[in-house]
Structure formats: structure tokens, C-alpha cells
């Protein structure tokens, strides 16, 4: 029996994220996201690329790619951060995890390849060997109310272990005497949530063990309603290579330090944070019970001029039409917008409606 049958009796419904085969739902998408609140969502993240970095030199090495503080971790840790490109441009927003004697760092899907060529040009192999170990390690997701009892009982760690663990942090376990898996807390949906990462050879084993222990099985889409109303940008859909980090909030997402040592893009970074600021950044919007807006969806303030344009959508159960989109600095949180779909919906009296702008995450209410 799948994974999808043991919930609605359906196959699982499979899209393309980056190339990469992906479950967009397993026919019932509010059921899905609704696991948040009243179970914990199972989700499979091994879309997300992995690169494993070992030798003394890793943390030095990295430290030099990224916004953050790598040096600065301790095994058993890890954090949020971005690599740019020379002009302080998002390059990948990478999650670093440190081990005694590697680095995982784990990025989406469509920055993956952007990731890869930053470390094969400046992370010399001799010195820091690397490796790609996306398809050799999976990654198990298990999100909400019941996350900490469901991970608990399918890795062994305990209770009080996984709540000790701090933003991504993690511990590993042992499923068995030849098999080991690493478990991260992640605050990526503004819930309590997990992530294990797995060998692929035990990765359908731990999969079933989390059904059984009363997870949901949940697709791309409910994971992005969810995403959205955290305010956590995607690379590719919310942030790419135009972007700059403070216009992606990620001084607000701890993945940016000011104090460390120099690395590709310091200079834009650094100057914004010193001595200016970013002219627009990734807001909310939402639209009522509307229909999600269309990405690209332009937003026009009450002169009729346009200051943002939209990002990700999602019609939210908890809060209706919802989106990320980037805006003009000076529109405040508060402040109502028009929303204009692009042609050919434009002459469609229909396609533009009203939104109220929110700073990110949305509220809980």
C-alpha cells in the first residue's frame, strides 16, 4: 500500500521542482496542511540539494562563501546563511549543519547547481574535500503539533533531546546497528518541526515507521501554504540572483553576520547595513477570500502606481488569499494595495482586488 492510499486512497500527484521529481499532493490538500495543527506533516525534502564538506579547513572555507559566522559553529549546530555573488546578489541560501569532521550544507532545489559552481571555483579539494551526496541521503521532514512525540518514536532520540535542540541544531541517532541518521530541528515553517536526513537505502523504511506512528503524508502544495504564511522565501520563486539579503529579510532570519571575516559580496552587504538601505522588501499580501493572485501579479498603490509585484501565492485555510511579494520600502505594513494580474487576465474586472500589506510572518490569527 502507498503512502498516498493510506490517506485517500489515491496515488500521490507528481510535478517538477528543479528538475527534480516532486509530490505536489496525495489528494487532499487542506487535510494536508490542516496535519500542522492537529498531527504532523510528513514531507519529503529530498528535492533539496546536499553537499557534505570535510577537513579542518571546511568552516575557514565556507566562512569565506557565505553571510554567516561558520567558524563560529560548534559540531552539533547550524544556521541559516546566503552565498552571493560579487555584486551581494543571492546566489543559494544555503542550511549549514556542522559536524566534527564535515559540514552538510543543504540548498533548494533550483539553487543547488548555483551552489555547486561557487564551491568547485573557490573551495580547493585538497584542502577540503567535497562531494554532491543529494542522491545518497535523503531527507525526511515531520512538521507540527506532533512532530517531537512522531520523530521521538521513529529515531529514538528522546523527548527532552530534541527539545533541547535550538535552531538548527541536531543530533544523531542509531536506527539499527548499521545505520545512522541525523536529526535537525528546523524553524523553516514558524513551527516545531524536524528534519532527518537518511540513507537513501533506509529512507522508505523511516518513512513507513512515521505513518505508523501517525504522521500525515503531505505534498509540495500544503508545504507551501505553510511557507508562505512563515514568510520563508524560495529561491527561484521569491529570491534569485537580483536579489540582495536585507531586500530577502534575512537580517531578521539570523543568517547574516557583521562581525566575521570577509566573504564574496561583503561590500554590498555590509554597506547597506552601515551606511544605507535596501529600496524594496519580501512583504505580504493578503487578498480576502479572493483567488490567489498570479505571480508577477503587479501591486498598485492608491495613486495607481506600481510598488511591488507578487511572488508566491497560496490559498490558505487559516487566512484565505495569500502571497509573498516584493515592495517598495516606503509602503508600510498596513497599507492597502491593488493587485493587477497581468495580461491577458487584465480586462477581466475581476483580476484586480484589493490586498492589505503585512510584514512577514504572517500573524498567527
Known amino acids: 500500500m502507498t503512502a498516498g492510499s493510506i490517506v485517500t486512497g489515491t496515488f500521490p500527484s ?141 529515531t529514538g532520540l528522546t523527548g527532552d533531546v530534541l527539545a533541547s535542540l535550538g535552531p538548527y541544531a541536531h543530533a544523531r541517532a542509531l536506527l539499527d546497528a548499521e545505520t545512522s541518521v541525523d536529526v535537525a530541528r528546523v524553524p523553516d515553517l514558524e513551527l516545531e518541526g524536524y528534519e532527518v536526513f537518511v540513507p537513501q537505502s533506509a529512507y522508505a523504511g523511516l518513512w513507513q515507521r512515521a505513518l505508523v506512528a501517525g504522521a500525515i503524508p503531505a505534498g509540495l502544495l500544503a508545504w507551501e501554504i505553510a511557507r508562505v504564511e512563515a514568510g520563508r522565501p524560495e529561491w527561484g520563486l521569491d529570491i534569485d540572483e537580483s536579489t540582495i539579503p536585507q531586500e530577502a529579510n534575512l537580517d531578521e532570519l539570523h543568517a547574516i553576520s557583521y562581525t566575521k571575516g570577509c566573504y564574496v559580496g561583503q561590500e554590498v552587504v555590509a554597506r547597506v547595513h552601515f551606511r544605507g538601505h535596501v529600496n524594496r522588501h519580501l512583504r505580504g499580501i493578503r487578498c480576502g477570500h479572493h483567488e490567489p493572485p498570479p505571480e508577477h501579479a503587479a501591486l498598485l498603490d492608491e495613486a495607481g502606481k506600481q510598488v511591488g509585484d507578487v511572488r508566491t501565492s497560496a490559498l490558505s485555510p487559516r487566512l484565505g488569499a495569500i502571497a509573498l511579494a516584493m515592495v517598495r520600502r516606503e509602503v508600510a505594513p498596513g497599507a492597502t494595495l491593488r493587485v493587477q494580474s497581468p495580461p491577458p487576465a487584465s480586462p477581466d474586472p475581476h483580476a484586480e482586488v484589493q490586498a492589505e500589506l503585512f510584514a512577514l510572518p504572517f500573524p498567527l490569527d
Open 14 to 154: 507528481v510535478g517538477d521542482v528543479g528538475g527534480h521529481s516532486v509530490v505536489m499532493h496525495y489528494g487532499h490538500i487542506a487535510g494536508e496542511y490542516a496535519a500542522l495543527r492537529t498531527s504532523a506533516m510528513l514531507v519529503d525534502r529530498s528535492a533539496r540539494g546536499r553537499v557534505r564538506i570535510a577537513g579542518d579547513k571546511a568552516p575557514e572555507l565556507v566562512t569565506g562563501l557565505v553571510t554567516n559566522d561558520v567558524i563560529a559553529l560548534q559540531p552539533g549546530h547550524g544556521q541559516y546563511a546566503a552565498a552571493l555573488n560579487p555584486k551581494g546578489k543571492i546566489v543559494a541560501d544555503v542550511r549549514i549543519f556542522r559536524f566534527d569532521e564535515h559540514l552538510l550544507i543543504d540548498t533548494p532545489p533550483r539553487a543547488h547547481a548555483g551552489w555547486l559552481a561557487l564551491v568547485r571555483k573557490y573551495v580547493n579539494p585538497r584542502l577540503a574535500p567535497y562531494r554532491d551526496e543529494s542522491s545518497a541521503i535523503r531527507d525526511l521532514g515531520v512538521f507540527g503539533l506532533q512532530s517531537r512525540r512522531i520523530v521521538s518514536e521513529i
